[in-house]
């Protein structure tokens, strides 16, 4: 049995260094040609329905049950179609046609379909199905992780993810967040990805109001965990903190000492009078 003790030690340092609530997602999308591992749970056949599969993220990262999923298991019929390519209809623009008949997101079909010209998807066949596991305990080798987090451990990761000269760019139109832009688009783009929970994440799956996800490819996960709080190390007290600092109120200085970036004083010394 292969072992993945690298990818579970990994995902107990970011449990214990951001200090995590819940556990890392895993995420591997399984090929044709893979044997898929016996022990994910195939909701379909356990729960006796399909399920929306962000709600299978919810599950994992808070009880830390692993699970496969083809369109047999996903309820969630647009994402199963558009997004993971595990199922089809013979008309493309079906799923547009069903928000806007069914749903109403966007104004109308034609803005339904404008608003996702950027999408990233993956074509029916390119995969069979999505297996989801606690990196922390993962029974399988990600492709890459979704950490469910606050703000603040947002801005931890992007400054670690940030911190050699990559950029990130991330993509919102407030629908299918975790599934096309925290598992598709970090797979296909081999980048990291800011995410917002779409409407799905939060009415099915529960995300909490306080919850946005960081999403990085497997390429990235060491980078990343040996980059964290290297960010502001010449400022002269911690940048921010897990928990932050309270925002001081008046002048910018504690006990009559400033208490500002150097970085400003320098530049004030530089700008032409």
């Known amino acids: 049995m292969e072992d993945f003790g690298k990818y579970k030690k990994i995902g107990q340092e970011f449990i214990d260094k951001l200090k995590l609530l819940t556990y890392p997602v895993a995420v591997r999308l399984v090929p044709p040609e893979e044997e898929v591992i016996s022990n994910a ?9 399909e399920v929306p599969a962000c709600l299978t993220y919810t599950w994992c990262r808070r009880s830390g049950f692993s699970f496969f999923l083809t369109g047999e298991d996903i309820a969630c019929k647009p994402i199963s179609i558009r997004y993971f390519g595990l199922e089809k209809t013979d008309n493309p ?3 547009f046609i069903a928000w806007e008949k069914k749903a109403g997101y966007k104004r109308n079909k034609e803005a339904e379909k404008k608003s996702r ?4 998807t993956l074509s029916f066949g390119e995969i069979k199905g999505i ?6 305990l993962t029974i399988v080798k990600p492709h890459l992780v979704m950490i469910f987090c606050t703000p603040l451990i947002l801005s931890h990761l992007i400054l670690a993810a940030t911190y050699d000269g990559d950029y990130i760019t991330s993509t919102f139109n407030g629908m299918e967040s975790s599934c096309k832009e925290g598992i598709v688009r970090t797979y296909k783009t081999n980048q990291c990805q800011v995410v917002a929970p779409g409407m799905g994440d939060r009415v099915l799956a529960g995300v909490q109001d306080h919850e ?12 990343i965990l040996n980059n964290l709080f290297k960010a502001g190390s010449k400022l002269p007290t911690q940048a921010f903190g897990i928990p932050n600092l309270n925002a001081s109120l008046g002048p910018v200085s504690i006990y009559g ?6 970085v400003w004083d320098y530049l004030r010394k530089k700008i032409k009078k």
């Open 212 to 223: 946005i996800v960081f999403s990085i490819p497997e390429s990235k996960f060491e980078l």
């Open 131 to 136: 297996i989801i596991s606690p990196l922390n």
């Open 93 to 95: 623009d079906d799923v």
């Open 41 to 49: 749970l195939r909701p379909h056949m356990v729960f006796g329905s």
């Open 117 to 120: 010209e950027s999408d990233a």
């Open 257 to 262: 000492r400033p208490s500002e970036p150097g």
